[in-house]
């Protein structure tokens, strides 16, 4: 079970930070993916952190921008968004997997977060 929080309102080129709360003794085991969806769009991918928090994996579209981290102790991952603009407002959600997953296949999702950022 994930919930998502910290999500809210920013102005173009402020920043927003949103968290990822697992809960269970097994999170650490979870590689973590962040999406996000805006109004009429399709899901897309924004970035990920594996099991063991030494590999990262971003969208070309927040590389530099935004940054994913992860502290077992609390089942939390966190996701720095930084330079926002207008094109980052969207739902925010964050997904488990494990490594034997399929691709695609995800074992729980948050509810997720509002992000707006006005121009």
């Known amino acids: 079970h994930l919930v998502e929080s910290g999500g809210g309102w920013v102005q173009a080129g402020g920043s927003l930070s949103l968290s990822c709360v697992g809960s269970?003794?097994?999170?650490?085991?979870?590689?973590i993916d962040w999406f996000r969806q805006a109004p009429g769009l399709e899901r897309e991918f924004v970035e990920a952190i594996d099991w063991s928090g030494t590999r990262t994996y971003y969208a070309d579209s927040v590389k530099g921008r935004f940054t994913i981290s992860r502290d077992d102790a609390k089942n939390t991952v966190f996701l720095q968004m930084n330079s926002l603009n207008p094109e980052d407002t969207a739902v925010y959600y964050c997904?488990?997997?494990?490594?034997?997953?399929?691709?695609?296949?995800?074992?729980?999702w948050g509810q997720g977060a509002q992000v707006t950022v006005s121009s």
């Open positions: 997904a488990a997997k494990r490594d034997d997953n399929k691709p695609g296949e995800y074992d729980s």
């Open positions: 269970g003794r097994t999170f650490s085991y979870y590689a």
